[in-house]
């Protein structure tokens, strides 16, 4: 990216401000190297979610999972985004200010639910509140949460949070789901980055 970026410069000097010819229109680029996401298996995911004793954080992991959520994202979700009429989940202005709808599972909702009974004091706004009421889970908390999930559930792969979307990702492509309904579900513009 740097290599582009002074490529860019260079080109924009010589093409917009010095008004030459496009002299270094075939400059060759260095090519990104193609790197597959992480995932976890369903045996890894079901240890993870076993790690964690904490009903609200087994719920935040278990949001992200079964939504294929940022970490954001699941921080940011209110009470009023969890359709239970309709089994949906909005996201409202995620990355690139998209607002979508993905699929609430029933477990989840059973989760969830179990989670609105429990805890106590029950979220007014954010589903997921932080220490200040009516404020959201931070993003570095949830971190912290999946990091000694994954520790104590003996995984070794290095991972992140966001491992729960690619997983999401993944298994739903390995049930044949179409890419396009995927591509969606996660709220990409272009297919490729799907």
């Not at 396009?180 to 272009?190: A, M, P, Q, R, T």
Request: hydrophobic share 35%; proline share 4%.
């Amino acid at each position: 990216s740097d290599i582009n970026s002074h490529i860019n410069s260079i080109k924009f000097l010589y093409e917009q401000v010095l008004r030459h010819e496009r002299m270094l229109f075939y400059l060759p680029r260095p090519q990104k190297p193609v790197i597959l996401p992480k995932v976890l298996g369903e045996h890894e995911l079901e240890r993870l979610f076993k790690a964690v004793s904490n009903l609200k954080h087994k719920a935040i992991l278990i949001t992200a999972f079964s939504c294929g959520l940022r970490v954001s994202e699941v921080c940011k979700l209110k009470v009023s985004d969890i359709d239970s009429e309709r089994m949906q989940v909005f996201t409202e202005r995620s990355k690139g200010k998209k607002d979508r709808y993905v699929t609430l599972s029933p477990v989840l909702l059973d989760i969830l639910r179990q989670y609105m009974k429990m805890y106590k004091p029950m979220p007014k706004r954010y589903l997921f509140e932080g220490q200040k009421e009516n404020e959201p889970y931070s993003t570095r908390s949830a971190q912290t949460i999946f990091n000694r999930a994954v520790k104590a559930a003996g995984i070794h792969k290095s991972v992140t949070f966001h491992v729960l979307r690619h997983s999401f990702a993944t298994h739903l492509w390995e049930k044949g789901v179409d890419i396009k309904y995927i591509k969606e579900l996660l709220g990409h513009f272009d297919i490729k980055t799907t």
